[in-house]
């Protein structure tokens, strides 16, 4: 029986010729991750085991982005005990101020993950590196802990969804709009502890930012784990930014998936979804008059060079409506440096947005942008569940750079081409 590509990368770190859906086993990791809401945690727990080093100082990363620069004292402490424990433990790649970055945006830009990868980390979007074609998933911190201990982490071999991509998307239309068009379709527990894996000519259309953006929301759909062919696009991101050489693993001919669906790229809409689930998704056929107070375009889905890129073509020369907060996040500094030099930030200013330091922040209801009763926001950001970013009876509403931006100038939800 063939092996999909979750498969072969899972068998080949546990040291078996091969796996099949719903065996257990052990295997070794090439990263953990941890970030300053989970590491607490994490550290807490491992000092239990009483040790005086990680397994590899190399293989460990720490990134402080949810609640940085720090917001309260609260947040200062976690922030306080994460960067010492770094220290005490030689940990090479910790990010913090000054040198950091939303954590699923600044590891694929640093070359820390590339294709044939197992990554584990404490944050349940850490499915963004299957668009380099790694094998990436969340876990709880005290996964985390035993992971930084050993190297190594228990998994259940996932079955799989295979989703063949054909066709090239429509101007104006991006990644975000297909992950939601899936999540849409199949539902928030569609791919409960699945495989979702992309493969077929249309994955070759996309660029690696948007195999990012629908690789970050496997999980939205319940997914273990998503996963992208690699093609010479990832390789050459790869490349670029200074990763090892990947170990390249393509799904056998026979490998047994649990469903396929083929998914016309030319027929995908601009999609929002709606709350408060990602799956509530429409189209602009099905979508009335919904005025907003926010706009967030930004986090480890959508703060990317190109979605900034796409934000500022839209708001060039236009103002955001007046009493619409609008909120820019660069995912990390070297995006935020790159903006800077060509010179969209000035853009996103002169309409009358805010550009803000690299922060998860809003997206998770913690500072930078949290919403008041009875408030509406368009976000590029993973999650509108009840109270995501602010008040239990505020709204927020997913949408792509493009609607988002849109969005903002009219202040209310509205599509590319009614502002272009």
């Known amino acids: 029986m063939g092996m999909t590509m979750t498969q072969k990368i899972l068998a080949a770190h546990a040291g078996l010729d091969s796996v099949s859906a719903g065996q257990l086993i052990l295997a070794d990791i090439d990263l953990v991750l941890g970030n300053d809401v989970t590491t607490p945690v994490a550290v807490s727990e491992y000092k239990k085991l009483g040790l005086d080093k990680v397994f590899d100082k190399n293989k460990v990363a720490m990134v402080m982005d949810h609640f ?25 790649n910790y990010f913090d101020v000054g040198d950091m970055g939303v954590e699923h945006a600044i590891l694929p830009e640093k070359g820390l993950v590339v294709s044939g990868d197992v990554v584990i980390g404490a944050d349940s979007h850490t499915c963004t590196y299957g668009a380099l074609g790694a094998f990436s998933t969340g876990v709880g911190s005290t996964d985390m802990a035993c992971g930084m201990a050993t190297g190594k982490a228990w998994f259940k071999v996932p079955s799989a969804i295979k989703f063949e991509l054909k066709g090239e998307l429509q101007p104006n239309v991006y990644g975000k709009d297909v992950i939601l068009h899936i999540i849409g379709m199949i539902g928030v527990d569609g791919a409960l502890y699945k495989s979702m894996e992309f493969c077929g000519e249309g994955v070759h259309t996309l660029s690696v ?41 393509k799904a056998d001919d026979d490998a047994v998936y649990d469903e396929t669906y083929v998914i016309d790229l030319s027929e995908i809409r601009p999609t929002v979804a709606f709350p408060h689930l990602p799956e509530n998704t429409r189209t602009f056929d099905q979508i009335g008059e919904v005025k907003i107070d926010q706009v967030v375009i930004g986090s480890c889905t959508n703060g990317r060079l190109e979605d900034l890129v796409v934000a500022a073509n839209i708001l060039k020369g236009k103002k955001v409506k007046k009493g619409v907060r609008t909120i820019v996040i660069p995912a990390t500094n070297k995006i935020y440096l790159d903006a800077m030099e060509m010179g969209l930030l000035k853009i996103f200013i002169e309409a009358g947005a805010i550009v803000s330091t690299p922060t998860c922040g809003p997206c998770l209801g913690g500072h930078m942008g949290i919403l008041a009763e009875g408030e509406r926001a368009v976000a590029t950001t993973n999650r509108n569940f009840v109270g995501r970013m602010g008040h239990p009876k505020s709204e927020v509403y997913l949408a792509s750079p493009a609607v988002a931006a849109a969005s903002a100038i009219t202040g209310k939800i509205s599509s590319p081409e009614e502002v272009m």
């Not at 620069?69 to 402490?77: E, L, R, V, Y």
């Not at 999980?219 to 690699?230: D, R, S, Y």
């Not at 696009?233 to 990763?243: L, R």
């Open 209 to 249: 930012s948007e195999r990012l953006c629908m690789a970050n929301m496997a999980i939205e759909a319940g997914g273990k784990n998503g996963i992208f062919e690699v093609d010479d696009k990832t390789i050459e991101f790869i490349k670029e930014a200074g990763g090892k050489e990947p170990t390249i693993y």
């Open 68 to 92: 940085t620069p720090n917001k309260d004292i609260k947040a200062a402490t976690q922030c306080k005990m994460c960067r010492e424990f770094a220290g005490d433990m030689d940990i090479v």
